[in-house]
């Protein structure tokens, strides 16, 4: 099963339009860290948010909010009013820690892929 | 600061050859790491450090060796190349152990093995 699954492979909206990418994760720690990046078609990878499983939070960044919620291990990413230059990537990660020796790893989900039609 | 970067952006290989990606970082972190992103599969460690002169083996190292002498630097090397792997490489940096701080990326080498 995959640690990180990101349902939608491809999502389309109409610019303006309101768009929630998801993200369902699975651990079995009580610690453990979630991401999301963007990575637009020039293919770096840039980084949008971090929350660590004891912050339940919803987070605002402009147009962009998070929702986490444990009970149901997701961690879904909406984009308000959306432009053309919010079309990319989007990956969500979950960092936990090791089962034995070794360090945090983090793992990626498949991305999905936005475009913003204008 | 330049952050990650990293060198060839891209390279064209025939099969059987040797090369190194390069990595370096000058943002003084600990944690260094190679992905590769392959299509519709996100992307996949390879190897990572914790510190000079530690090194750990991620999800997929077969056929890639690392090595970690300084704190800056985080080659990759690809002993024999092989046409599976053909992908696009990026190093990541992070102050401590990713779990505890957010993981900066490179811009990427794109590689091609015929």
């Known amino acids: 099963a995959q640690k990180v699954t990101q349902a939608q492979t491809e999502i389309s909206v109409v610019e303006k339009e309101d768009v929630t990418l998801d993200c369902v994760y699975e651990?079995?720690?009580?610690?453990?860290?979630l991401f999301w990046y963007k990575q637009p078609p020039s293919g770096e990878l840039v980084f949008l948010i971090r929350r660590n499983s004891f912050d339940e939070q919803n987070e605002i960044s402009g147009r962009y909010s998070w929702n986490f919620q444990k009970s149901t291990s997701s961690f879904n990413f909406t984009i308000t009013a959306s432009q053309v230059v919010d079309s990319a990537v989007y990956f969500c990660?979950?960092?936990?820690?090791?089962?034995?020796?070794?360090?945090?790893?983090?793992?990626f989900g498949k991305g999905t892929k936005l475009s913003v039609i204008p | 600061n330049a952050g990650v970067t990293q060198t060839p952006k891209f390279q064209v290989l025939k099969t059987g050859q040797s090369m190194t990606l390069q990595c370096a970082q000058d943002m003084n972190h600990e944690y260094m790491s190679w992905y590769r992103q392959d299509p519709g599969m996100g992307l996949r460690l390879i190897h990572y450090s914790v510190g000079a002169g530690i090194t750990d083996q991620g999800e997929v190292p077969n056929g890639y060796n690392v090595s970690r002498s300084t704190t800056e630097d985080f080659p990759l090397r690809l002993l024999s190349a092989a046409p599976s792997q053909t992908s696009v490489y990026f190093c990541?940096?992070?102050?401590?152990?990713?779990?505890?701080?957010?993981?900066?990326f490179g811009p990427g080498t794109r590689l091609t093995v015929l």
């Open positions: 990541a940096s992070s102050y401590s152990t990713v779990g505890l701080d957010t993981q900066y």
């Open positions: 651990t079995r720690d009580t610690t453990y860290y």
């Open positions: 990660a979950l960092s936990e820690p090791p089962s034995g020796a070794g360090s945090y790893q983090l793992t």
